[in-house]
């Protein structure tokens, strides 16, 4: 393909993604595909010669359509969304043509230098404490990682390796080994499994708190458990609170939590709203941010709801240098005069490579500005709530907790095989897609309001759908 050939091909590929993000609604939204259904569909092995670019073009909708789930279709209410615009579109193709890899300031000077003001920028939007961010010349700043799990492990990590030098700093005979066998991560029992998995990845113990009625963790319940494993001999270090869990959009009690981990000391607090976290752009859901101040890093997914393409994870740290400390290796080859200038983000994360992503955040904030950000959000918490109300309607269900942003939790009333039948034939239908949760061993249905083609209309429509299929069950069981 030449210069000439893809411009003619890119006009007609984003007339493509036009088409097919404006008729996303008339699609399927779960694929009715088997596993390895492409191998019978192409050759089996890469072709000799290049083919030319029409006819590559046209196996996009014979091959690959056919086996997509239609993320960004109003009927697609599984898990949390994830961010789609135009603006963000635009901003990936440019990133994929400038091509850098910016993992250290020089490597490409306007990669890092625009992630530092986005980070303000979005940090500001969503009134965080001033010591996150590098506007206000202290230690804090953000980064953009690619998910919020890299981003808890890389908390954790740099926890670790705080604690461990703090210990060798008290006791210089003291082997490595045994601190580590020591130390203690908490989160409650409602975090996302990457919380876990992190705690798997960093060879360090975590241990799951119970929740209260409402699925938030209290202060109280983690100082009692901090206080009996100091007790035990363990070394309590690294909290993860959630702002909006993943079964049921819960919100740990961070005002009570801060406190604690303050009081306790040298305890790194880490606060993962991944979904939730796009809303503290309005005024009206900020409280749940009390106590970050007494929190060391924060983190939430521009790329689900804040209308950013994935992958865009932001985290803030209040003091950069113990993530740099813990990560800092510095070969020769990656050296440069400026260092100590501006961020290497390189030390920061995880992979050495990092593609421009504030790209993403920068034609995004400008594109809608924070007036039409704020109006996404408020206008997706506004459809989870019509849906709220023709559930709450119908009183052969029930509504086990209050819905929460976009999120409803809901269930038939009845045994939890009932409510997986239902879910079964919902998603066998394939005309929404929904995926369930377990509270506390009760099996419920999750309605997340997903794409930013969602109306009303369409929680109409998978409201009539859950009821379709909610009449033949009842029906059913009628008759036995
Ligand atoms: C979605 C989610 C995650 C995982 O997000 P990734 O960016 O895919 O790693 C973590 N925590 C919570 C609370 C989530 O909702």
């Not at 490595?176 to 060879?203: F, K, P």
């Not at 796009?278 to 983190?299: K, P, V």
């Not at 994360?349 to 950000?373: N, T």
């Not at 942003?405 to 239908?429: S, W, Y």
Request: aromatic fraction near 10%; charged fraction near 20%; charge should be negative.
């Amino acid at each position: 393909m030449d210069a000439q050939q893809f411009r003619y091909a890119a006009h007609e590929m984003i007339d493509f993604i036009i088409d097919y993000l404006e008729n996303i609604r008339s699609r399927r939204v779960l694929p009715t595909v088997q596993p390895g259904y492409i191998r019978d569909m192409i050759p089996a092995a890469a072709p000799e010669l290049g083919e030319p670019w029409q006819v590559i073009f046209q196996d996009i909708e014979r091959v690959i359509m056919p086996g997509v789930t239609h993320w960004h279709s109003p009927h697609f209410h599984a898990y949390f969304p994830t961010g789609n615009s135009w603006p963000a579109i635009l901003a990936d193709i440019l990133s994929d043509a400038i091509g850098c890899i910016g993992f250290s300031w020089i490597a490409s000077p306007a990669c890092t230098d625009l992630e530092v003001v986005m980070m303000d920028w979005l940090g500001q939007l969503l009134g965080l404490p001033s010591q996150f961010l590098a506007c206000s010349g202290g230690t804090g700043g953000g980064v953009i990682q690619g998910t919020a799990s890299e981003a808890t492990l890389v908390a954790l990590l740099a926890a670790k390796a705080k604690a461990i030098s703090r210990l060798k700093s008290i006791d210089s005979d003291v082997d490595e080994s045994q601190i580590v066998g020591r130390l203690l991560a908490y989160s409650s029992d409602q975090s996302h499994s990457s919380v876990e998995r992190a705690g798997i990845l960093a060879g360090v113990r975590v241990r799951l708190l119970p929740s209260d009625e409402l699925f938030s963790l209290r202060g109280e319940t983690l100082k009692l458990a901090m206080e009996e494993d100091r007790a035990k001999g363990f070394i309590p270090f690294f909290v993860t609170a959630t702002l909006g869990t993943t079964p049921s959009c819960a919100f740990d009690d961070l005002s009570e939590i801060g406190p604690v981990c303050h009081q306790f000391e040298n305890i790194w607090l880490h606060v993962d709203a991944a979904y939730a976290g796009s809303a503290f752009i309005c005024d009206e859901y900020r409280h749940h941010l009390n106590g970050l101040e007494l929190a060391d890093s924060f983190n939430f997914n521009p790329h689900k709801w804040l209308l950013v393409n994935f992958d865009c994870s932001a985290m803030w740290l209040k003091n950069a240098n113990d993530v740099v400390d813990a990560f800092n290796v510095d070969p020769l080859y990656l050296k440069h005069d400026r260092q100590g200038q501006a961020p290497d983000y390189r030390h920061w994360q995880i992979p050495l490579g990092r593609r421009f992503r504030s790209l993403k955040l920068w034609f995004v904030m400008r594109s809608y500005g924070a007036e039409g950000l704020r109006a996404h959000i408020r206008q997706q918490i506004k459809l989870a709530c019509e849906f709220h109300q023709l559930v709450a309607k119908d009183d052969r269900f029930e509504v086990p907790v209050p819905p929460a942003m976009g999120l409803v939790c809901f269930r038939m009333k009845g045994e939890n095989n009932l409510n997986e039948t239902l879910l079964k034939r919902i998603n066998d239908a394939g005309r929404i897609h929904m995926v369930p949760a377990k509270l506390r061993g009760q099996f419920i249905l999750r309605l997340a309001v997903c794409s930013r083609y969602t109306e009303s209309r369409d929680i109409v429509f998978a409201w009539q759908e859950l009821r379709s299929h909610a009449n033949f069950l009842m029906g059913q069981q009628q008759l036995l």
